[in-house]
């Protein structure tokens, strides 16, 4: 990966010959539009299946969705729905699937390797009332969590055991459909603000994204300009900055330090902050924006 976390075709390529792709999965990094079409060119050159990554992309704008076979959406992480993920199937796996002779995957075979059953709705429900209704003991026990080195890696979570999105959750998502213009232009003020803050606080990092409008930030990315992202990140939390680093670096680009030294040197060097839909704009820049803060 190189920077703005589009594709390194050069190490792409060395992987391919090393072993042919059936699938490659393009991603949207905090929805930030990637090589779409050098992605198809890649496909068409190995014969692979392309896939879209776009669960960090809010509405699809621009060239997302229209070239690959598969595109994959999770309005959880946007809305305030329990769980929900989206997997639209192009036309396009059609052609595939004759061209190359293979077979639908019954999606009956699938649930049977996953499970089946709905998310637990209203367990999820009633935590949100209580979260809601003890909002100041909330923030309290945030306040004194602790915070995680900036070099740690999450844990990869399980997949997950339900395959049905709960009909509540869909009833949810669709009402939330009218407030999603209003989502992105709060996600996009946040970005700037946040930009806005670093700037006047002097802090040496540069904001990453695109110049296309129509991108909404999933979070608001920066990037250290004299690799001290380490020592920002630790001064940051230590003064209840909502900072955090990119989380989920695969170990398997970890292994080869050599060959994913572009993505590795780009995770080592990033700081993100928050833009969603909760945060007040006038809060952020009261508790941030002052350089005694």
Known sequence: MKKKFRPDWDVCD???????????????????????RKSKAFCDKHNALFVEDAAHVILPFGEIGLASHFVLYSPHKFFA?????????RSSVNDYIEKNKVRYIEFESIR???????????????????KNLTRNFYDFFLYFKKIPPYELDGAH???????YMHPFAKKLLFLEQKKIPMYIEHRKKCAKVWEKIIVKRKIKMEHVFNTDENETPYVAVF??????AKIIYNELTKNKWPATSWPDLP????????????TIHFRNNMII???????KIKELLKKYGSPNK
């Not at 391919?16 to 905090?30: G, S, V």
């Open 81 to 89: 729905i329990s769980q929900g993920a989206l997997c639209i199937m």
């Open 223 to 228: 990037n250290s300009v004299n690799n001290e």
């Open 14 to 36: 060395v992987l391919a010959q090393t072993e042919k792709p059936d699938i490659f999965i393009l991603t949207h990094f905090y929805g930030l539009i990637s090589d779409v």
């Open 251 to 262: 170990p398997e680009v970890r292994k080869d330090e050599k060959l994913h030294a572009s």
């Open 112 to 130: 049977t390797l996953l499970g089946s059953g709905y998310y637990p709705f209203f367990k999820w429900l009633i935590r949100q009332v209580i």
């Open 157 to 163: 979570q399980p997949m997950p055991t339900t395959t």
């Open 273 to 279: 902050f928050p833009v969603n839909q909760s945060l």
